[in-house]
């Protein structure tokens, strides 16, 4: 795994504290026993062969599932229950963080890791039971593998500096005119993308919506758009302590509407055990309570 990540042996050997005869020595190996070859150099450094790909996907998930064993079960040893909850989108809201909080109080004898990470991933990872919980925001594909519960809803708004925009709506021909900053782990983004390209094309105007830059932070992207660096399109929850704070406010994009489902996703309750299942229904009914919004 780590000569694919480093794209080097020599590299992976110096992470790994061993020599790049010894890495290359357990790389034959491996070919010899799958049958395969397994890497191949570019003019990029070492890639993945197709059956390298495939191999390298398999051994990132048997390593998730063996350290998520170990912090179990070092959990376990102190009396405790450790449980993983990934959200799709940002924590940096009051809304989430007062759920975990609340979980925290009520179960006291759990420990909580929590982590930032996509659909997809979050998706296989409650499936192999990596994952307890995941947060989604956003159409999903139905899945007869796990339960899928809508806690809330949520609304895609634009923000902009005091000084840079002053009237309260533009159009979508007037928002290229401004420097578009993308949420890059927020999974509503390709909505955002998709809404925009069609008004644009409505509006028989020459462009196609482009974001000038991505960044992975609410908080550098707010703190941009404070400072009137840009605008940007951020969830309404992320954002209700800045607006009363009147550190930029809300623009109105002509026709441009986006409300989104937030829900949990889980392994189905036959699945879980006891424990987890109250964990689970207590997680829904806080959510819902917090939100207060009908689903």
């Known amino acids: 795994m780590r000569v694919i990540d480093e794209r080097s042996i020599s590299k992976a050997a110096e992470f790994e504290h061993i ?6 020595q357990m790389i ?3 070919e010899t026993d799958l049958g395969c070859e397994l890497l191949i150099r570019s003019n990029k450094g070492i890639e993945p062969t197709e059956s390298g790909a495939l191999v390298y996907e398999y051994a990132k998930k048997i390593t998730d ?12 040893t102190e ?3 450790s449980i993983v909850i990934k959200p799709c989108c940002s924590l940096d809201n009051s809304i989430i963080p007062n759920i975990l909080f609340n979980i925290q109080n009520k179960f006291s004898n759990i420990k909580m890791n929590i982590e930032l990470e996509d659909k997809e991933k979050i998706l296989n990872e409650v499936k192999s039971g990596v994952t307890d919980f995941g947060i989604f925001m956003g159409d999903m594909p139905e899945d007869h593998e ?16 005091n000084q840079l925009i002053k009237q309260s709506s533009i159009t979508s021909k007037e928002l290229s005119n401004y420097k578009v900053i993308d949420f890059s782990l927020g999974s509503y983004a390709s909505e955002v993308h998709a809404i925009l390209s069609d008004l644009i094309y409505q509006d028989r105007f020459k462009k196609t919506y482009t974001p000038f830059f991505s960044i992975d932070s609410i908080p550098a992207i707010k703190s941009l758009v404070e400072n009137n660096f840009g605008v940007s399109f951020l969830p309404l929850y992320s954002i209700q302590d800045d607006l009363k704070e009147g550190k930029f406010k809300i623009v109105n994009v002509e026709n441009f509407k986006l409300t989104l489902p937030i829900r949990i996703v889980s392994k189905k309750d036959e699945n879980l055990p006891p424990f987890l299942k109250k964990i689970r229904q207590y997680f829904i009914d806080s959510s819902k309570t917090y939100f207060k919004r009908n689903i």
Do not use: F, P, W
Request: glycine share 10%; with cysteine.
């Open 146 to 161: 796990v339960d899928i519960t809508n806690v809330g809803v949520e609304h895609i708004v634009l923000i902009a500096g």
């Open 65 to 76: 599932l063996d350290q998520s064993m170990k912090q179990r079960l070092v959990c376990m």
């Open 19 to 24: 020599t790049q005869s010894g890495i290359t």
């Open 28 to 30: 034959r190996k491996m």
């Open 79 to 81: 009396g405790c229950y």
